[in-house]
C-alpha cells in the first residue's frame, strides 16, 4: 500500500471515529493497567463488569495487595485465566509500592518488568495512559492489518514494526485505537462488513464480502 493511500485511509478512519479511545473502563493509570492485564484473552465488556465491582473497593497498588489472591479473585473469577491473572496482578502490586512509588512506570521496560505485562500490554498503557504514540498489535489491528495491506506481517512483532514505521505521524497517537475499534465493528474476523466499511475502496483485502 502506497504512502498516499495509507494517508487517505487513516482520515477516513479518523473522520469516522472521531474520538477514538479504550473501551475498559479506568479512571487512573493503574486502573488501566490492572484492566490490560485482566484483558488478555478476555472482552473488554466482560472485563468491566469485573472492574466495576471491584475498583470501588480496591483501586490503588495498596488496596489491592491488601485483598490477597483469594480476595482479588473474588471480583475476577468471571475473567479467564483468573488464577493467573490474580497471581501476577498481586505481585505487580508488590513492585509498584516497593520499586515504583506505588505509580505506573512510563518507560516500556519498568513496564515490562511487571509479571502479567508484555510488549502488548506495555504499549497499550503508554499509549493510553501516557499519551506515546505506541501501538499494540492484538487480534483485531493484526487482522486489519494483513487484510488492507496497510502493515502485512506474519508476526504481532512483525506488524508493529511495519505499523510504527509507515503510520502518518499525524494519526500515530489514536492509530492503536482506530485499527482496534474498526476490526471490533467492522472488519470483523468472520464476516468482515465491507460494504458498510469507509475504507472499502483503499482495502487491498482480495475477498471482500457484499451486504
Not at 25 to 47: C, H, M, R
Not at 133 to 154: C, E, L, M, W
Not at 177 to 182: A, Q, R, S, T, V
Request: aromatic share 6%; hydrophobic share 35%.
Amino acid at each position: 500500500m502506497n504512502k498516499q493511500k495509507r494517508f487517505e485511509l487513516f482520515q477516513r478512519l479518523s473522520e469516522a471515529i472521531p474520538n477514538p479511545e479504550t473501551e475498559l473502563n479506568y479512571s487512573s493509570p493503574f486502573e488501566l493497567l490492572i484492566a490490560v492485564i485482566l484483558s488478555a484473552q478476555a472482552t473488554d465488556k466482560g472485563v468491566n463488569k469485573a472492574t466495576d465491582k471491584l475498583y470501588p473497593v480496591a483501586n490503588t497498588p495498596e488496596a489491592i495487595f491488601n485483598l490477597g489472591e483469594d480476595g482479588l479473585k473474588h471480583y475476577i473469577k468471571t475473567i479467564g485465566l483468573f488464577n493467573t491473572k490474580g497471581s501476577n496482578i498481586i505481585k505487580t502490586c508488590k513492585l509498584l509500592i516497593d520499586q515504583h512509588a506505588s505509580q505506573v512506570p512510563q518507560t516500556r521496560a519498568e513496564l515490562e518488568s511487571l509479571p502479567g505485562v508484555g510488549r502488548k500490554t506495555a504499549n497499550v498503557v503508554l499509549n493510553t495512559a501516557f499519551g506515546v504514540p505506541t501501538i499494540a498489535v492484538d487480534t483485531h489491528i493484526y487482522r486489519v492489518s494483513n487484510r488492507t495491506k496497510i502493515a502485512a506481517g506474519k508476526t504481532v512483532l512483525e506488524v508493529e514494526k511495519k505499523l510504527d514505521k509507515t503510520v502518518p505521524k499525524e494519526f500515530k497517537l489514536d492509530a492503536h485505537h482506530l485499527l482496534i475499534l474498526h476490526g471490533r465493528y467492522t472488519c470483523i474476523a468472520r464476516k468482515p462488513r465491507c460494504g458498510s466499511c469507509v475504507i472499502e475502496d483503499l482495502c487491498e483485502f482480495n475477498k471482500k464480502t457484499v451486504v
